[in-house]
């Protein structure tokens, strides 16, 4: 079992950067490849960044790539998501979540755990 929980979301001006954290209970978060997925009110749930067990590969959505970057220290059982260059558009509930599996997975019916989400608001 592993929970998650988020924090670091707030509201900032476009152009501006936040890192959210998600830190896990359990001694084995370091098994688990972590990602970051966000859902905009009235929008489904999207994919935002993956990274494996050891930090060393990561993969990031398309409209998000070049701004955002997804990290973690698995001594400290958390995982980041630095998030510069902010648009209105970034602006979501975002949620990161634990897989047990190999892999790079997009898809948020693959994870097996789930944080309760933190806010991130953008204002142009």
């Known amino acids: 079992q592993v929970q998650l929980v988020e924090s670091g979301g707030g509201l900032v001006q476009a152009g501006g950067s936040l890192r959210l954290s998600c830190v896990a209970s359990?001694?084995?978060?370091?098994?688990?490849?972590m990602g970051w997925f966000r859902q905009a009110p009235g929008k489904e749930r999207e994919f935002v960044a993956w990274i494996n067990w050891s930090g060393a590969n990561t993969v990031y959505a398309d409209s998000v790539k070049g701004r955002f970057t997804i990290s973690r220290d698995n001594a400290k059982n958390t995982v980041y998501l630095q998030m510069n260059s902010l648009k209105p558009e970034d602006s979501a509930a975002y949620y990161c979540?634990?897989?047990?599996?190999?892999?790079?997975?997009?898809?948020?019916?693959?994870?097996?755990?789930w944080g309760q989400g933190t806010q991130v608001t953008v204002s142009s």
């Open positions: 359990g001694r084995t978060f370091k098994s688990y490849a």
């Open positions: 979540a634990a897989w047990g599996g190999s892999g790079i997975v997009k898809m948020s019916g693959y994870y097996d755990y």
